[in-house]
């Protein structure tokens, strides 16, 4: 029998607090659709705040709070929008910028830390007096924290360059913020300074901050207006949502201030691994809250066998591809947690050696 669960998977598989459950309980609710529920304009209203945009919309997911923001900076279909080819929008979101939308992606190449070069960005706009030819670019996309690069940051100086090269070519800027605020407090610079030069960004009430479900769009007024049509056609208006709307504002109040040491624990856990006989780390990576490591080519155990034995042992994780896996830390996991994940990689990776070495010895003699 499994005595211990860590659930590393993702900062997404969070239980409610009792906190939030409370709250859920007694929200002030009404019909969202028709605008009129008090709890989600709350939220709303403090996340625009936060964000420093003059408006905000609660949406049931961040797949769709891209698209809705696709959609309306590209409403003219064919438009072609510039991402980087390790971007969230570009490879887990179904291609629903190109299904939905009839947008194209012009993809630039991900530098390490999640950034794509500003020339490279430059030359991918495309000539408006060729049209009879090419798509018409009318965005850009960035992602902050940048998930595949291991929750890399973004600074506002980078984001500043990007929307100067947007505004120069009548462009505009739309940030993937799924993990916004780990990449605020990693930086220590406030969500509203990050997101300054965004049209439009997005934020994951139920990544970093641990709700149950969401996201927010913020924008102008005018975008959020159009945002809650483009809402309503893709069936993502609800009504009673203040419910999920409620424990997003204990999240805000209370798990903020916890990222600080989901992202100390996250370099413990980075620390660890570097040092197992057999892994990997790149631990100037571990930025935030997410850590990569890879299985070196010559170590005596698969990445299957080593998910199989995890699991066993009730530590889950994710497959990032062969001999590579991400673990997330999120508020739900504690420094002993961390400890005993080590613990048994570690024992596991040293069993596996030793099997590994007595059967060499045996076929040598």
Do not use: W
């Amino acid at each position: 029998m499994i005595e211990r669960r860590v659930d590393l998977r993702s900062d997404t598989v969070t239980k409610p607090t009792e906190a939030m459950r409370a709250a859920m309980a007694r929200a002030e609710v009404d019909d969202d659709v028709l605008g009129y529920d008090p709890t989600a304009a709350r939220l709303e209203k403090e996340m625009a705040k936060i964000m420093g945009k003059e408006a905000a919309l609660f949406v049931p997911s961040g797949t769709m709070a891209n698209l809705i923001s696709v959609l309306i900076h590209c409403e003219i279909r064919g438009s072609e929008v510039i991402l980087g080819d390790y971007s969230h929008i570009h490879i887990y979101e179904n291609g629903g910028i190109s299904t939905i939308g009839g947008v194209h992606p012009r993809t630039i190449k991900n530098n390490e830390d999640g950034t794509m070069d500003i020339h490279l960005i430059e030359e991918a706009i495309r000539n408006p007096n060729f049209a009879i030819c090419y798509p018409t670019t009318r965005l850009i996309c960035l992602e902050n924290s940048h998930a595949h690069s291991g929750g890399r940051c973004l600074t506002a100086e980078y984001t500043d360059k990007v929307g100067e090269l947007a505004k120069k070519h009548g462009l505009k800027l739309h940030i993937d913020g799924a993990r916004i605020f780990n990449a605020s407090v990693a930086l220590g610079v406030p969500v509203s300074r990050l997101v300054q030069a965004a049209d439009s960004v997005t934020a994951c009430l139920s990544k970093g901050l641990g709700a149950p479900a969401g996201t927010i769009i913020a924008g102008s007024k005018s975008f959020i207006s159009k945002a809650k049509i483009v809402r309503k056609t893709l069936g993502g208006a609800m009504r009673q949502v203040g419910v999920i709307c409620a424990a997003a504002l204990v999240a805000l109040e209370e798990n903020v201030g916890k990222l600080e040491s989901d992202h100390k624990k996250a370099k413990i856990l980075a620390e660890g691994l570097n040092k197992i006989k057999g892994l990997k780390v790149d631990l100037a990576s571990v930025e935030t809250n997410i850590v990569y490591f890879e299985i070196l080519e010559d170590s005596s155990i698969t990445e299957i066998e080593l998910f199989k034995y995890l699991e066993a042992h009730g530590i889950l994780v994710m497959p990032e591809g062969p001999l590579k896996t991400r673990l997330v830390i999120h508020h739900q996991i504690s420094e002993s947690d961390v400890q005993y994940t080590l613990s048994c990689i570690q024992v596991i990776l040293f069993f596996f050696f030793f099997f590994f070495l007595q059967a060499y010895l045996e076929i040598e003699s």
